[in-house]
């Protein structure tokens, strides 16, 4: 079952920094926290992952608490395409198996 | 590098009627995924290969769906008979595998059972 507590929306204006909260308070110091986006009628897709630092990736950055129970996906700087379900997913290294919760619907608006 | 090839893209049956869906994972990625999305919700994990073993199949509705991975390459899904709610996006994944690596999705094919 999902692990992870999402909004289930929002809004964000085009060019400006997208900001996506995840809750995972229940973590366990061997989960890692992952994010994938789902662009309508398209399959999930990868962003990025961390287990406790900070990541960044040419498509966003990923900040974990230090206490590892949340995070917060940003997208620099948004575009129209960037509308999109965004799922944050806690998953155990060994095993592979991703657990999509409803996620959020982030719509970037000009 | 290409991508998780599905086929068909939509599809469009009667209740009780059978269904494949077939998929093509990128080359080298030994584990396979299948993956049940209805309208609103999130993927659901179906059935997972490793080569052409099964992982776990603990999701898979076993009286109605199978898959097979015969010689650890693609993959087929189907459903037989189909019921009203098996209408959902069917999508295929692959990863290098077993354990830490990425998954990469393909574009999912929709079933609508009437």
């Known amino acids: 079952d999902a692990k992870t507590t999402q909004p289930t929306s929002m809004d964000c204006a085009e060019g400006r920094a997208a900001n996506l909260p995840c809750n995972h308070s229940t973590i366990s110091g061997n989960e890692y926290v992952y994010w994938y986006r789902q662009i309508h009628s398209q399959g999930p897709q990868y962003i990025i992952h961390g287990l406790k630092n900070n990541e960044t990736n040419e498509m966003a950055s990923l900040i974990i608490t230090e206490d590892r129970k949340s995070s917060t996906l940003i997208l620099p700087h948004a575009t129209l395409r960037d509308t999109a379900v965004y799922y944050c997913i806690v998953r155990v290294q060994y095993g592979n198996k991703l657990v999509f919760g409803a996620g959020t619907i982030l719509r970037v608006k000009s | 590098e290409a991508g998780v090839a599905q086929s068909p893209r939509y599809k469009i049956i009667e209740k009780r009627q059978s269904v494949a869906f077939w998929c093509n994972p990128i080359s080298g990625h030994a584990t396979l995924y299948w993956y049940q999305q209805i309208l609103g919700q999130g993927p659901k994990l179906l059935i997972q290969?490793?080569?052409?073993?099964?992982?776990?199949d603990s999701q898979l509705p076993k009286d109605r769906f199978s898959a097979e991975r015969l010689k650890g390459v693609d993959s087929t899904l189907k459903i037989q008979p189909a019921k009203l709610e098996d209408s959902a996006v069917y999508l295929c994944?692959?990863?290098?595998?077993?354990?830490?690596?990425?998954?990469?999705f393909g574009p999912g094919t929709r079933l609508t059972v009437l």
């Open positions: 290969f490793q080569n052409n073993g099964v992982v776990d």
């Open positions: 994944a692959s990863s290098r595998d077993f354990d830490t690596d990425t998954q990469y």
